[in-house]
């Protein structure tokens, strides 16, 4: 009869070995696989003409696309044209130099006018100055001795600024009109003997003119 304790000792002896055989008999776990492969980097040329599927499309579009560029091209003429009347007709814009006739400045020219015009009895209606020199609209009150001659009115309106020097520039630019007791002027000094400029002045002087007479009529 054997012991207890050989018994035992069998038992753990025989569960050690079985344990050992069943780890050496399990199958191992299966690799992972492998991480796909990144897609090829294909380079393309942006300038490159695009692969044309209907070759009879693609000729219809550049039929289309040279009729396209012809109306362009035909309607940029037309307004070079345009562009080139308007200046003929309006004179090219005058933009302020770095270095005005002093007399000329837009605070300087208001200051003479304003004292001008108290002597006169007139009245500063407008003073534009977006270009160069200012365009002036102002308010004169008719000469009793000279019914219908309403250039008198202005006249004295230049004398009244002789004070200030401005007899020297000799060319005015005017358009008048009629008021009832009154005349409404706009008019601008050429600085200089220029006819650009006057082309240019004529057409601001007329538009200030509509301008503040359409004002003048408003209710």
């Known amino acids: 009869m054997r012991s207890p304790l050989t018994i035992t000792a069998a038992c753990v002896a025989g569960g050690l070995t079985g344990g050992l055989v069943g780890s ?29 599927a209907c070759p009879a499309r693609a000729a219809v579009l550049a039929a289309e696309t040279a009729r396209l560029e012809g109306a362009l091209a035909a309607v940029a003429l037309q307004q070079r044209i345009l562009d080139v009347r308007r200046v003929q007709r309006e004179g090219a814009e005058s933009p302020w130099p770095a270095e005005p006739d002093p ?32 365009v002036t609209a102002v308010k004169v009150p008719k000469e009793d001795d000279f019914p219908g001659v309403h250039g008198d009115s202005l006249d004295a309106l230049k004398e009244a600024l002789a004070a200030s020097g401005y ?13 009832d007791g009154a005349y409404m002027a706009s008019f601008a000094m050429l600085p200089v003997a220029d006819d650009a ?16 007479s359409a004002s003048l009529e408003e209710p």
Do not use: K, Q
């Not at 796909?36 to 040329?45: L, M, R, T």
């Not at 009895?121 to 003073?127: A, N, V, W």
């Not at 007899?167 to 008021?179: C, F, Q, R, V």
């Not at 400029?197 to 503040?212: Q, Y």
């Open 24 to 52: 050496i008999l399990r199958a191992p776990p299966p690799a992972p696989e492998p991480a796909p492969a990144p897609p090829p980097v294909v380079a393309v040329e942006l300038d490159a003409p695009l692969p044309s």
């Open 197 to 212: 400029l006057a082309t240019r002045m004529s057409f601001r002087v007329g538009r200030v003119f509509e301008e503040v």
């Open 103 to 134: 007399s000329l400045r837009p605070e300087v020219w208001r200051a003479a006018l304003e004292e001008a015009l108290a002597e006169v009895g007139g009245e500063l209606l407008e003073l534009e100055c977006d270009e160069y020199p200012c």
């Open 167 to 179: 007899p020297e520039h000799e060319a005015w630019i005017t358009s008048m009109t009629n008021l």
